[in-house]
């Protein structure tokens, strides 16, 4: 059974900084390419990071210079750094592996 976990979302303020996580079991992790996606309120699920087997990475221009994606073989954990927060990078984070998702963890980031 795959699962992926997220952890590390809550509130910040503007120009802060958070580390989400995701843990995967149940699939080899080294071999796939993985991805952070997010929903804010009244929008459509976006593609924020991706980050393939080899290690090439994309962003989405909105977060390109501030949020950097990365993963650890060794401990079947993707993740995502987000620097220099914004009020518009409020949203649930997701992360996603082939057709599995993981629950999503909120992202505030208000004053």
């Known amino acids: 059974q795959v699962q992926l976990v997220e952890s590390g979302g809550g509130l910040v303020q503007p120009g802060g900084s958070l580390r989400l996580s995701c843990v995967a079991s149940g699939i080899i992790f080294s071999i796939y390419s993985m991805a952070w996606y997010r929903q804010a309120p009244g929008k459509q699920r976006e593609l924020v990071a991706a980050?393939?087997?080899?290690?090439?990475?994309n962003y989405t221009d909105s977060v390109k210079g501030r949020f950097t994606i990365s993963r650890d073989t060794a401990k079947n954990t993707l993740y995502l750094q987000m620097d220099s927060l914004k009020p518009e990078d409020t949203a649930v984070y997701y992360c996603?592996?082939?057709?599995?998702w993981g629950q999503g963890i909120q992202v505030t980031v208000s004053s």
């Open positions: 980050i393939t087997s080899v290690g090439s990475t």
């Open positions: 996603q592996c082939r057709k599995f």
